[in-house]
């Protein structure tokens, strides 16, 4: 895959647009493959891929309610430059006052659109519920945030997918990742992306040692393709589970640096891996730069 990667309109921690390219390069699928995503979060990964046949799927409610009112029109492009230029302006007068108003608003009604703005408006783009199932993220403290220019960058990500969606077989499903891999028949690839092991996040994003292995085993006993994205060291830690559990795969590494702040100094580096049930020398060798990929079979 050598094109732009499409950024989507919802932000997540953990959103692997820098992974998207190798992802791609590494996937074992054809025109006929159907494309399962039992965490699809963002979506980034699936929609560049762009595959006819596709099942994205999350327990985030508010994620599956986005994409499928994009779906089913009840979301448009236009609706969207409306609502923020609207909201916005509410924002850049009232400033964190309204932030709360709308947090309020969706915690009651869960409208995707106020999903939307307090995505953008949040603090640190950050997706984060309580036990009560209530965002709780607090504000971004951008009056501005809605200018004209980041309203139209976010209109143009909605009317992206607005495209998308007529040519291809796009289902969305808010349902556990067990359910969703039960759906892989004889053509799937199954991509996943759980929330890091040990980095607990938020309620809809909890993630342990049981469900670790509930994955694996739920994996390898469909018999479909898969491919897992998870972290392999810092600075600090190894990820102990790939060898306690993931140890019948394959694995490709990638380096990738993130800031901790704003210093030059405070640049970390993080070694993401890719882990998969098939050898992926040969689709990479079809596919991809083999100079950025390692391939260690252990
Ligand atoms: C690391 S994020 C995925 C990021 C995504 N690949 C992207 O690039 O935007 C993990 C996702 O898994 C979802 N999730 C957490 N537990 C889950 C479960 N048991 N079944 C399905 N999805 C789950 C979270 O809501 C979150 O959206």
């Known amino acids: 895959m050598k094109n732009k990667v499409h950024v989507p309109p919802i932000k997540i921690q953990g959103i692997k647009t820098k992974l998207v390219e190798q992802i791609s390069d590494a996937a074992d699928i054809d025109e006929n493959t159907t494309w399962i995503e039992p965490f699809m979060g963002s979506g980034v990964v699936g929609f560049n891929i762009a595959p006819c046949n596709a099942i994205f799927a999350d327990t985030n409610p508010h994620v599956i309610n986005f994409y499928n009112a994009i779906k089913d029109g009840t979301i448009t492009s236009m609706a969207v430059r409306e609502f923020l230029e609207t909201e916005g302006k509410k924002l850049a007068s009232l400033d964190d006052e309204y932030y709360y108003t709308v947090r309020d608003r969706f915690n009651k009604d869960h409208n995707p659109l106020d999903f939307l703005f307090l995505n953008r408006s949040c603090f640190n783009g950050m997706i984060r ?170």
């Open 129 to 298: 519920f309580n036990k009560s199932y209530n965002f709780n993220v607090p504000y971004g403290h951008k009056p501005e945030r809605f200018a004209k220019a980041y309203v139209t960058k976010i209109v143009n990500q909605v009317a992206w997918l607005e495209k998308q969606f007529p040519h291809n077989n796009w289902i969305f499903k808010c349902q556990s990742f067990g359910e969703t891999i039960n759906e892989a028949n004889g053509d799937a690839f199954v991509y996943c992306d759980p929330p890091y092991i040990g980095r607990h996040v938020d309620y809809y994003d909890s993630w342990n040692e049981e469900q670790e292995r509930e994955l694996h085993d739920a994996l390898v006993s469909s018999n479909a393709k898969f491919m897992l994205s998870t972290w392999d060291e810092s600075k600090y830690r190894k990820n102990e589970y790939i060898d306690l559990v993931w140890s019948d795969c394959y694995k490709i590494n990638k380096e990738h640096f993130y800031f901790v702040g704003a210093k030059e100094s405070n640049r970390n580096s993080m070694k993401e891996a890719l882990l998969m049930n098939y050898d992926p020398a040969e689709i990479i060798e079809k596919n991809g730069d083999k100079e950025q990929q390692t391939v260690i079979n252990f």
